[in-house]
């Protein structure tokens, strides 16, 4: 990669997204960010430098008033973080049809939106696209059976991310489905194994050691390969 790097994080209020561009903005890349308000921008406001963006993903006119904003930037990264937990308990039973709909849609078909968008962007040879899967998405893992259709929606992600990179045709294009680790954030829970510096620092690393390797790959954040 090249000395000034630029990296844009899609849903970075909080969490894993907010805990990626601190480690962004302390490696030296220049970093974009977004948020659904950037009215109330919280911690993200305070880091220098870094440039706030409004988007709710799963709202496609502002899809394109992003993809109008951020034309003529090349990005070294585009990581599409944003995504939900989705109605809990998760009872097949129970869910309405308009909580499915809008779990689905955050999780598996909104970030392909944005990366249709935006992949014309990312840097010929050496950038990468990523993507916030889970380990929970893999088809052949039992684990989180209670958090059944928060799976279903990862592995729904899994297989829409194959089909975009098939569609794309990018031969020299990098893109990673990544598993963060169990984190302790609001949505991994106070029980979890790792914390938000432990994951955004090896998700970064990865980042960086798969710049130049095209091709899709599911990892995890020691950059171990998982089973799709």
């Not at 869910?95 to 999780?107: A, H, K, Q």
């Not at 970030?111 to 990312?122: K, T």
């Not at 279903?152 to 829409?160: C, D, G, T, V």
């Not at 979890?192 to 970064?204: F, K, N, P, Q, Y």
Request: charged letters at 20%; hydrophobic letters at 45%; aromatic letters at 4%.
């Amino acid at each position: 990669m090249s000395t000034s790097r630029t990296a844009l994080v899609i849903g970075a209020s909080r969490g894993l997204g907010l805990g990626l561009v601190h480690r962004l903005h302390e490696d030296g890349w220049n970093v974009i960010a977004t948020l659904r308000d950037p009215q109330q921008a919280g911690a993200l406001g305070d880091l220098a430098g870094v440039r706030i963006e409004q988007l709710e993903m799963n709202d496609t006119a502002q899809l394109d008033r992003l993809q109008q904003r951020l034309q003529g930037e090349i990005f070294d990264l585009v990581f599409v973080n944003a995504g939900v937990m989705g109605p809990l308990p998760q009872d097949l039973e129970a869910v309405s049809r308009g909580d499915i709909g809008d779990l689905f849609m955050t999780n598996a078909v909104a970030p392909i939106r944005v990366a249709r968008r935006l992949v014309g962007q990312v840097r010929e040879g050496s950038g990468v696209l990523a993507f916030m899967s889970s380990i929970l998405g893999s088809v052949t893992i039992p684990d989180g059976s209670d958090l059944c259709l928060y799976k279903a929606s990862k592995a729904a992600l899994n297989s829409m991310i194959n089909s975009f990179v098939v569609e794309q045709q990018r031969p020299d294009l990098c893109v990673l489905a990544m598993h963060p680790g169990w984190v302790k954030t609001d949505m991994g829970g106070e029980n979890a194994e790792i914390d938000v510096l432990t994951s955004t620092r090896g998700m970064l690393e990865q980042v960086k050691a798969q710049s130049g390797n095209g091709g899709l790959r599911f990892i995890n954040y020691l950059g171990e390969n998982l089973t799709w």
